[in-house]
């Protein structure tokens, strides 16, 4: 019995390709095969009907969520990736150690992060002459760039290393020069600790204060400038399911 009738009987999709005015049909045979075969109405006079032909078997459709690959080396480079996320974090010299390497405008300006309260975290910025412009004032660029960095210190030292910390939006108002340390002081406006709790990606927005720290007793903080910037963090995991999703929908197309 032809390919295409026992299809036909036992109701399994057929598909026509139309090629040089010759009609083929794929369907399955007895033992499930995919076979290929001329359609009996578009042969050739003369010629007979080609013989069943076995095609190769579309991969199986993948169900059900896709995760990252697990092999040995993505291992062991996701363990040392999360040491040394902690190790940015454990204090300033780890911290001034790994922004050598991967922030150095932050190793060669100098700030430094501290609490002040249990909601409030500050940020100094010495008055060098890395920080200081041409009339010896803090540069407006410095005390710009490094609200982004105490921001992003502040808020990856709360979340951990597993998570990444991204600056979506940064408005930085100048108020008068400095012409000393920047003292930066935050307060979130969310609750970051409610927010890590549901293990979803979330934005988070800080105020912060910069003033300018004085040496003089009694002399009170001159106020220099305020910045709200919003963060954007994203558990690192995502970041995986997301590429191995991609790359199953590459694989998927090009077959």
Same mark, same amino acid.
Request: proline content about 10%; glycine content about 6%; hydrophobic content about 40%.
């Given at each position: 019995?032809?390919?295409?009738?026992?299809?036909?009987? =036992?109701?399994?999709?057929?598909?026509?390709?139309?090629?040089? &005015?010759? *009609?083929?049909? +794929?369907?399955?045979? @007895?033992?499930?095969?995919?076979?290929?075969?001329?359609?009996?109405?578009?042969?050739?006079?003369?010629?007979?009907?080609?013989?069943?032909?076995p095609a190769t078997r579309?991969?199986? =459709?993948?169900?059900?969520?896709?995760?990252?690959?697990?092999? &040995?080396? *993505?291992?062991? +480079?996701?363990?040392? @990736?999360?040491?040394?996320?902690?190790?940015?974090?454990?204090?300033n010299f780890w911290q001034r150690v790994c922004s050598l390497i991967w922030l150095p405008y932050a190793f060669f300006s100098g700030i430094k992060i501290k609490s002040v309260d249990i909601n409030t975290f500050a940020a100094v910025l010495p008055f060098r002459k890395f920080n200081r412009n041409w009339y010896h004032a803090m540069a407006g660029g410095a005390l710009l760039a490094n609200s982004e960095i105490a921001g992003g210190m502040y808020v990856f030292g709360i979340c951990g290393g597993?998570?990444?910390?991204?600056?979506?939006?940064?408005?930085?108002?100048?108020?008068?020069?400095?012409?000393g340390p920047a003292v930066y002081k935050m307060t979130p406006r969310e609750n970051v600790q409610q927010l890590l709790r549901t293990k979803e990606e979330f934005n988070v927005t800080l105020d912060l204060e910069i003033t300018q720290q004085v040496s003089t007793l009694g002399e009170r903080d001159k106020r220099v400038g305020k910045c709200q910037a919003t963060f954007h963090v994203t558990p690192k995991i995502q970041h995986k399911i997301k590429k191995a999703r991609k790359a199953a929908q590459a694989e998927a197309a090009s077959l």
């Open positions: 019995m032809p390919s295409f009738w026992v299809a036909a009987e =036992i109701g399994l999709p057929i598909c026509y390709k139309g090629r040089f &005015g010759r *009609s083929f049909i +794929w369907a399955y045979d @007895e033992d499930m095969s995919m076979m290929k075969v001329d359609h009996p109405l578009t042969a050739v006079p003369g010629e007979e009907v080609a013989t069943a032909r579309p991969p199986p =459709i993948r169900r059900g969520p896709i995760m990252p690959p697990e092999g &040995g080396l *993505s291992r062991l +480079w996701d363990r040392v @990736e999360a040491f040394i996320s902690r190790l940015s974090v454990r204090d597993d998570y990444t910390v991204v600056c979506k939006h940064l408005e930085y108002t100048f108020m008068r020069p400095c012409f």
